[in-house]
């Protein structure tokens, strides 16, 4: 058996799969020690399963831990060490506003305060070192360090990506003399130019660290004591790492969780969707939106979290403050708004029964029927009826309207965050959302999947069995990985096959212990010469993947230019930036079949749809391949619902997704 674990904010979703049939489990995640929360849902799973833990010989984690304590700066207390005269970079980063015309709008506080941050003597250029470091200076930053009070360091010079002696004397003389303080060196983390960039990631490497550590050494224990085979942890690039390398570097982890969600809403593209596919991940603290084509997911070299940036290897992923427990509220100027604010594991929606009081999105789908008061959600759940339909009135005579008007309101406003986020991944890069399968999943992603396609023109929804937990069948699936990256910076003359085969070589080089048998990717970033930023280029053919022939990467930059932006330009040069280079092992074969049985129980209720309430057909369980459901229906799956409005109708394949079509 195979077993998938991911932490979400508000459930810990569990998947054992045996080649043919998925067991799942929910249980609450137990923010402060998450393991708790594994146990319970890992437990739950055998026991349904009626498995042992020695069946199990697999077992992969994906988490939120490194993106939640980024995004609640609750780090580690970390040093910076820079080259002298350059202790602010990380302050100072970029002169562009998120927002254009908030002239006063503040970027983020760094991670690490000023009174943190130690200037080093020394210099290195673009032509080599200018002023040396010397032995005094070494043990001069180390007591510096020491006296801080840190648990960790990062480490940043000029020019270290290309000559990184400096940082490696630094890096050895703080694990020499600090033995229990973590190091994060920039030349390892991001060998890439571009000083702010490189910076910050190192800096959020170092930050996070620590406590991945910890969390990680607390979940092999657990794995070892059950016993289970020692946990794989899911990157931030949609592939998996032992626990321990995973732990040496934080920032690769950051989107650990949603990347779980990506990979498995590739391998559900494929089997039920045609290989074009766009995934909306609706959990109970936010929405991920990614894009799957021809089966694989996006991916890309960098992103910003909470106004940071992270340079890095990562899918693809767009995400908004929209999920089941995201609070709504009235703002200043009277509009109903919805979000980021999550009411989050505990205590949960109103509905749940746990204290919570604020109305949320699965407090508004109780009071509109599609969530059926006095159901029992997955990780055992019942829903109060009654304190959802309290919350939504409260903020609905705020607003003066009706509660119900309130519920549709609500909905409405989330269906509009998640529209908007599949719109920053399609629309804003010239791509048709209409031409794609909208393939929802997450615990909520189901029950606003037609409202979301409706709003984009999309008219094909895939509903994945076991999509609400979908995110821990694809840590399943997801093969080793490990990624890296130089800049290069080769035009003329020295941008030559040889040069290129050299480079890729030692980049190779330097990812294979561990990754016998892997298979190679290489990816080429260009520009034109002056420009600011690159274009990424895979080559065309295998032949081509070590020593592609320069004039035809030069060919295929400038046509993916004129795709992108309408125009090339011979007259300039074009230059090449960076190399990225993969190692990837065998993925995993999961491919789920459709349930079998006695199919689900079928009743009816009264559901709001369409700007009216409708009597709708409400199937509880999973339904068998072949089955057809016509809207207005609701579907209330093990671990999510899929509601249906009139005008849909739908029919569930071998894999047992319920694939749904507009008719009419």
Known sequence: ?????????????????????????????????????????????????????????????????????????????????????????????????????????????????????????????????????????????????????????????????????????????????????????????????????????????????????????????????????????????????????????????????????????????????????????????????????????????????????????????????????????????????????SAGAEPGPACYGRGGSEPTVTDANVVLGRLGAGFGLAGGVALDGEAAHRAVAGLATELGIDPVEAAVGIVRVAGTEMARAIRVLTVERGVDPRRFALQPFGGAGPMHAADVAAELGITRLVCPRAGGVLSALGLLAAARRRDTARTVLLRGHELSAERIEQEVAELLEALAPGMEGAAAEVRYELRYRGQSFELTIEPDDTADEKAPNPERLIARFEEEHERRYGFRDPDSEVELVAIGVSLVGAATDVAPRAATGAGPTKTTR????????????????????????????????????LVLPPGWRAHVDAHGSIVCEVHG
């Open 1 to 341: 058996m195979l077993l998938g674990v991911d932490v979400g904010g508000t459930f810990t979703d569990a998947v054992l799969f045996d080649g043919e049939s998925v067991t799942t489990a929910k249980a609450p995640t137990t923010p402060g020690d998450e393991t708790r929360g594994v146990r319970a849902a890992v437990s739950e799973a055998l026991g349904a399963a009626g498995a042992q833990a020695s069946a199990i010989r697999r077992f992969v984690h994906g988490m939120t831990v490194g993106t939640n304590a980024l995004l609640e700066e609750r780090g580690a207390p970390t040093c910076l060490l820079a080259t002298a005269g350059f202790e602010d970079v990380i302050e100072i980063g970029r002169q562009n506003r998120s927002s254009l015309y908030r002239l006063c709008a503040p970027n983020p506080a760094p991670l690490v305060a000023r009174s943190m941050r130690i200037g080093v003597r020394e210099r290195v250029g673009a032509a080599g070192v200018i002023e040396e470091l010397a032995d005094e200076e070494v043990a001069r930053v180390a007591e510096e360090v020491a006296r801080s009070g840190a648990t960790a360091v990062a480490i940043c010079l000029l020019f270290s990506f290309a000559r990184p002696e400096h940082e490696r004397r630094l890096a050895d003389a703080l694990a020499d003399r600090l033995r229990d303080i973590h190091v994060s060196a920039s030349h390892e983390v991001l060998p890439r130019f571009r000083e702010f960039e490189r910076c910050s990631t190192t800096v959020i490497d170092a930050y996070l660290s620590p406590l991945l550590g910890s969390y990680l050494s607390r979940l092999a224990l657990f794995a070892e004591a059950e016993p289970l085979p020692e946990p794989e942890i899911m990157r931030s690039s949609g592939g998996v790492a032992p626990w321990r390398e995973a732990a040496r570097h934080g920032a690769w982890t950051v989107l650990s969780g949603p990347a779980g969600g990506a990979v498995g809403a590739g391998v559900i593209a494929r089997l039920s969707a045609g290989g074009d596919a766009i995934g909306l991940d609706m959990g109970g603290t936010s929405c991920d939106v990614c894009v799957i084509e021809s089966g694989r997911v996006r991916r890309t070299e960098s992103r910003t979290i909470n106004g940071r940036p992270i340079q890095l290897p990562a899918v693809d992923i767009h995400t908004v403050g929209a999920g089941g427990g995201s609070i709504a509220w009235r703002d200043h100027g009277g509009a109903l708004r919805v979000g980021p604010r």
């Open 606 to 641: 009264r559901v709001h749809l369409g700007g009216d309430w409708v009597e709708a057909r409400v199937l509880r369980g999973e339904p068998r391949e072949g089955a057809e459901i016509t809207g207005p229906a609701v579907v209330e799956l093990p671990e999510a619902t």
